[in-house]
């Protein structure tokens, strides 16, 4: 019986933090601190699932350690993005560097093909 109450409990918690992950993704909670957002996740369980005030408390710690984790997560890719950029940039201008004028333009020119391509593809995924 307790292994079924886990299971079901672990699995509602993941759904709800897909679902959270998407209502941030797409823009609601953006503006909610961390704190705010796992209060908001717990009273939801709580609701749905009839937890007690200890559960509540014990839900609540997860809740707000997921949410720290994820947060840091995020600026870490946003940042590991950004050394990316600013790599391929370098490496792009060492490049041109090497290059001809005319050899310069048709890379130029490919390089500018190859983005639409993938704004192309990432429109097309994104519906």
């Known amino acids: 019986m ?14 709800l933090s897909f679902s959270g992950l ?5 823009g609601q909670g953006e503006n909610l601190s961390p704190e705010e957002r796992a209060n908001k996740r717990t009273e939801k369980m709580k609701a749905e699932l009839n937890l ?18 994820m947060d840091k997560y995020r600026e870490e890719q946003k940042a590991l993005r950004e050394k990316m950029k600013a790599e391929k940039e370098a490496t792009r201008l ?14 130029d ?3 500018e093909e190859h983005i639409k391509k993938q704004e192309e593809r990432h429109k097309n995924c994104a519906h």
């Open 109 to 111: 020119q490919k390089a």
């Open 22 to 26: 998407t209502q941030e993704a797409e």
């Open 94 to 107: 060492k490049l041109r560097g090497v290059l001809t004028t005319e050899q310069a333009v048709i890379f």
């Open 52 to 69: 007690t005030e200890a559960q509540s408390k014990t839900v609540y710690d997860i809740n707000l350690a997921h949410i720290l984790q």
């Open 2 to 15: 307790r292994t079924i109450l886990k299971t079901t409990l672990m699995t509602l918690f993941l759904s």
